[in-house]
């Protein structure tokens, strides 16, 4: 469940746009570093709409910022039952199909956004005004200047900066992932009672930091432009049989993920498919290490993931080179 998905993204605050910038907008600059003070200063609770590859949830959200500690619960309200409950963006419980797929790892948190960086790969713009959950809105769009990321269109609250509203666009323009509220009280901060999880929440283990010891043996020989590795670590397989390496790239606002793994004279097929914005390309590489699956899963187009895949390289090809 993705809620609120660039609140965490954009925070760190918004310098003065460069000279290089110059297809970007000042306003939106100004609007994005309301958004990222409102996500540290504003408590609200409201609920909102997801819709994914034409599939809909609704869900409920109390957020409160109190005496400098954000906490946040966000509840699945049709559908399977799904909750999620994070202090200052660690997980501290989830429920439902959650449970699996979520650990407290350190990419968890908030991640700080470097402005400049981003303003090198997105020409960021105000588009005009709407009208979300009876609130008044400015649009402010990020539209990437290539074609290994997704476009955004943000709907911002006037009067708090909140986003009432957000898209993100294919290179056609097509939708591929929305969240929108249909109701946002910021009068009413939660109390106590809204923010403790339900009797199904299961606690988040932190990761040891043995299962995040740091991946030296792989490298890509390609990345888009703008991506640099954030963090990386080993693991085991769902089954806890074959190890896993991981690696985490970014560009400041999009990420995905490489998991490298050994066959070990098993047999696995190539994967392409995407499911909305999110992308999942496995592709099988013959290494000095033997026989690998490099699976790239990220919210980036098909074709970079493919790309990506295809250009993984183990640190001994290197030192033969």
Excluded at 169 to 195: M, N, S, V, Y
Excluded at 286 to 311: D, F, N, Y
């Amino acid at each position: 469940m993705r809620a609120l998905p660039l609140i965490p993204l954009l925070l760190g605050g918004w310098l003065t746009l460069p000279a290089h910038a110059a297809n970007s907008s000042p306003e939106a600059g100004d609007w994005l570093k309301k958004l990222a003070q409102a996500e540290q200063q504003q408590s609200y609770q409201g609920t909102f709409v997801y819709e994914r590859n034409g599939s809909f949830s609704t869900h409920d959200i109390w957020h409160r910022v109190q005496d400098g500690k954000v906490s946040e619960r966000l509840l699945q309200l049709d559908g399977s039952a799904q909750e999620v409950v994070r202090v200052d963006g660690h997980t501290q419980c989830v429920s439902g199909a959650l449970v699996s797929g979520v650990s407290n790892t350190p990419e968890s948190t908030a991640r700080v956004l470097d402005p400049l960086k981003l303003m090198s790969w997105y020409d960021l713009g105000v588009a005009g005004k709407s009208r979300v959950a009876d609130r008044a809105a400015v649009i402010v769009t990020l539209t990437p200047r290539d074609q290994h990321r997704y476009a955004f269109e943000l709907h911002l609250d006037r009067e708090t900066g909140l986003p009432l509203k957000s898209l993100m666009l294919d290179d056609k323009g097509r939708l591929l992932e929305r969240f929108q509220f249909t109701r946002l009280d910021t009068r009413d901060a939660p109390i106590d009672d809204d923010l403790q999880a339900g009797e199904q929440c299961k606690p988040v283990t932190e990761v040891t930091a043995r299962a995040a010891q740091p991946v030296t043996g792989w490298r890509s020989d390609w990345l888009p432009p703008g991506f640099e590795l954030v963090d990386s670590s080993i693991g085991k397989d769902p089954q806890g049989k074959n190890t896993v390496n991981r690696l985490m790239f970014d560009d400041g606002l999009a990420r995905f993920s490489v998991f490298v793994e050994a066959l070990n004279g098993g047999s696995a097929a190539d994967i392409r498919t995407q499911l909305g914005p999110t992308v999942a390309v496995s592709r099988r590489l013959t290494t000095p290490k033997g026989e690998m699956m490099v699976t790239v899963v990220g919210e980036i187009p098909i074709g970079t993931a493919e790309r990506i895949a295809l250009s993984m390289r183990s640190q001994d090809a290197q030192a033969q080179k």
